[in-house]
């Protein structure tokens, strides 16, 4: 509906923009001329039905003015939510957002009838072109000044969408919306859809393991950190510091500088920032909710229903975010069942680029075993998950927004913020990991936990001893454990072994925490432990194969 771009507007504070529903799963706040302003989640009606409704309930209690930011392309619908806000008796203004597509359809809206009608301003809008925000802004400045009303008690469901419908038909010219466009059809049919989906996959893996991992990697990495900025930093530091455990941790082997630095900016920054501008333009276009519906009837057996691939692409970017969008979701059940996939056997963007990295290279045999043992995996799990978590899951009901050109001020806008965001929780965990590594190698622990693990190490997985550190900044960040991978000379089948099982191994410790907080301590601990023997069990039987 726009309503995140209309927050934007008035606040100047970046929230996160997308062409698909369910983006706000958290409250935005911000401030407009000194009074402070919250995004909430997009909802169709109040009747206290999920989380989000409840949510915009508790924040309605404390609201002095109400935006109401509808679709001007679905306006018959979302004037339900619309009635049942005006009898709040708190000041509102309506904003009829994407007021382009109207005009670029053919359709013509009466807003100054919807105004006499409804009782309250109603501002023309199209949001992410800025018209209609100054007048918006006006109307906000007079709604200030205005006072609550008494609420008044509201009709039933039935009677309000009857008042709706009744209201719509007053105001839109004779004609409705065209149905699907032969591009929808095609994206949305099982065999030209998986086609698409298939091939859109593939350019992915392309850019991020060929392109942006050997040329762009090769680059940052390779020559501007380890070859113009880190070498002088290192011998300045080599003349300054005594031998010892200082040293070690800043520039040793494991140190924050050579190791947490170079592989958080050199190596993952390039491909968590590809990553996130290549699932930007599919989210921008509207290519996801046409994704869900064709997978709909795919992940039925996992007690799913095709929302869910909109966190699983998510969690593709990054687990910990793709978790708490699992709230999109309309039951419980089923946001556990995604917490648990999501935690075993989803690698994030980070992850997914050093992966390919390494894995392309071996070439297409070993890229296609490896997705076809993950989603194996993922599959298998699903369908003991639906068999074993009580309740049951609902049916599909998702807004299908309209295909556009996505805009690339709020492509690169969304990835540059995301990215940033990478950097602000990942650095402070690689250095943590890397500190934590050197100070086992330095007190000969790493050692004892090397020897301490071979029966697992060497003689299951059958991978070198020094796998163990990998493993260990895994549970710290796995995309972390991938890169620590690279160090190590593996031969293929060890490398393709190894790959498997950090992809499977634990959740980072932020998506741990994450899903602790939405699920409590009980499923997170029981996620992380499945993770784990999952992990080792199918490594060690993928090491008996090789």
């Keep these: 509906m726009g309503k995140s771009v209309v927050f934007t507007n008035l606040t100047r504070r970046y929230a996160e923009v997308s062409n698909y529903p369910g983006t706000t799963v958290e409250i935005s706040r911000g401030i407009w001329q000194g009074n402070p302003v919250a995004d909430t989640p997009g909802i169709y009606g109040l009747t206290n039905a999920n989380d989000e409704e409840r949510l915009t309930e508790a924040l309605l209690a404390d609201a002095q003015v109400i935006v109401n930011v509808v679709d001007a392309t679905r306006l018959r619908r979302d004037l339900f939510l619309t009635l049942q806000l005006s009898g709040r008796g708190v000041p509102m203004v309506v904003v009829v957002n994407m007021m382009d597509e109207v005009r670029r359809l053919g359709q013509r809206l009466d ?33 200030c ?25 007053k105001i839109a010219a004779p004609g409705g919306a065209p149905g699907l466009s032969p591009l929808d059809k095609w994206l949305t049919r099982p065999l030209t859809g998986l086609l698409t989906a298939a091939l859109v996959l593939a350019m992915i893996w392309w850019l991020i393991g060929g392109l942006v991992a050997n040329q762009v990697v090769d680059f940052t990495e390779g020559i501007v950190l380890n070859r113009w900025l880190l070498p002088p930093i290192v011998g300045m530091l080599l003349r300054l510091l005594p031998e010892g455990l200082l040293q070690q941790i800043l520039i040793g082997d494991f140190g924050v500088l050579t190791m947490a630095l170079a592989y958080g900016i050199g190596l993952l920054l390039p491909l968590v920032f590809s990553f996130y501008l290549l699932l930007s333009l599919l989210e921008d276009s509207g290519y996801l909710p046409r994704l869900a519906v064709l997978l709909d009837n795919t992940f039925r057996p996992l007690g799913l229903n095709g929302k869910a691939v909109i966190p699983l692409i998510l969690g593709f970017g990054c687990v910990t975010m793709a978790v708490i969008s699992t709230r999109m979701l309309s039951t419980r059940r089923e946001r556990i069942i995604l917490a648990f996939l999501l935690g075993l056997a989803v690698p994030c963007s980070a992850q997914t680029g050093v992966i390919a990295m390494m894995l392309v290279p071996m070439g297409f045999r070993w890229l296609g075993l490896y997705a076809i043992i993950l989603l194996s995996i993922f599959l298998v799990a699903g369908v003991i998950l639906n068999k074993t978590v009580p ?10 927004p309209r295909l556009r050109l996505p805009r690339p001020r709020n492509i690169l806008r969304k990835s540059w913020a995301k990215s940033m965001a990478f950097l602000k929780d990942a650095l402070p965990l690689f250095a943590l990991g890397a500190c934590l590594i050197t100070l086992l190698n330095y007190g000969g622990g790493l050692i004892a936990l090397e020897r301490g693990l071979a029966p697992l190490t060497s003689s299951w997985l059958k991978l070198p001893p020094q796998v163990v550190g990998a493993f260990i900044m895994g549970m710290i960040r796995r995309d972390f454990g991938a890169a620590g991978l690279m160090a190590l000379n593996l ?28 699920h409590g301590l009980l499923i997170g601990i029981a996620i992380w432990l499945s993770s784990l023997a999952v992990a080792l069990l199918i490594g060690g039987l993928l090491a008996a194969a090789m």
Excluded at 111 to 125: D, R
């Design 391 to 400: 309740g049951q899951s609902d049916g599909l009901f998702l807004e299908l």
């Design 111 to 143: 807003l100054a009838k919807l105004e006499t009608l409804l009782g309250v301003p109603v501002v023309a809008a199209t949001a992410v072109h800025g018209e209609g925000m100054d007048e918006l802004a006006q109307v906000l400045g007079h709604l």
């Design 145 to 169: 000044h205005k006072k609550k009303n008494s609420a008044r008690r509201l009709q039933d469901s039935a009677s309000l969408r009857a008042r709706a419908n009744e209201i719509y038909e």
């Design 491 to 518: 031969a293929a089948p060890q490398r393709f072994v190894a790959l498997v099982t950090m992809t499977l191994f634990v959740p980072c410790i932020a998506s741990v925490l994450v899903v602790i907080k939405e």
